[in-house]
């Protein structure tokens, strides 16, 4: 375990802008951890050095009783009793849907958002906005120019994009960059070790072109990574089946097996080596992952150790190799 916040290695997001090699996940924050524990768990990411957060507005509107911001309420809170808002490097999003917010990125949707979202988290300014969902109702020109806006008003320091596909993103960036305008310069997709086709056929050459940085969300494929579900026996009461049982098949099998191999090895969890795959990937600047417990937060920091050999890479490239 890292005994102070500057034993973490930092990357570069931007020149003003140096992040952790993990992002976590905020939307735990107000669903599987109640306020207390959401705020005692953001004390733990602070003094492990984990300095990137990543939110959004619409967390967690799923949860029965709630409406959507509770996330950001909670970080917010954090910061202002915790004197710590500079300590972090902050990224939420606009676009998603919420109790009294339509899902859209019209430019008074994402005016709107930026200010409800400063409101919630208690700060004047956010390091990075995502466009959270695209809106394909509303034209290029206008969501590149208001995101401009925000950044001229020093509300936003830096733009992202999730859920674009791979001609939008592009075509959003070539605007920005006819227009003199803010780029975006991160990318949160699915990638993990098991979802690897969309990105490597989609997104791979266009982030290496425009030299996006990546934070790829379910790092662990919704917890099947971990190993703990092998069998449809294992999803029953699970509140993961519907989202975990498409990866119970040969592949999924054969990567689960691969994980453990390597993990014997490295006397380390599946998911330390599911975490540590994306680090090793050149492409991957910081993996999106959530805890609920200091445990669990412990094996997430102890991924970041994992030094996997080439013999490593090469058999988690194969077992989880697609067909082209």
Known sequence: ???NTEDMKKKKLTNELSIAEICFGGNVFGWTLDEKASLRMLDELHD???????????????????VGGESERIIGK???????????VLATKVGGGMQGVERGLTRQQIIDGVD?????????YIDLYYSH?????????????????????????????SNLSGERLLESNQVAEAKGWTKYIALQPLYNLY?????????????EKEKLAVAPYFALASGFLSGKYKTAADLEGSARKMMVEHYLNERGLAILDALAKTAQKHEATSAEIAIAWLLHQPVVTAP?????????????????????????LMRLDDSSRWES
């Open 288 to 312: 999106i992952v959530s805890a609920t417990s200091a445990k669990q937060l412990q094996h997430l920091v102890r991924a970041t150790q994992v030094k996997l050999d080439s013999d490593d």
């Open 116 to 124: 409800a979202s400063l409101l919630r988290l208690r700060t004047d």
């Open 195 to 207: 979802d690897r086709v969309q990105f490597e056929t989609e997104y791979k050459d266009i982030v």
């Open 133 to 161: 969902h695209d809106d394909v109702n509303v034209g290029v020109e206008e969501i590149m120019g208001t995101f401009q806006e925000l950044i001229q008003a020093g509300k936003v320091r830096a733009l992202g994009a």
């Open 1 to 3: 375990m890292y005994k």
């Open 48 to 66: 492990q050095g984990i300095n990137f957060i990543d939110t959004a507005n619409s967390y967690s509107h799923w949860v029965e009783g709630n």
């Open 78 to 88: 954090w910061f202002k009793e915790s004197k710590k808002r500079q300590d972090v």
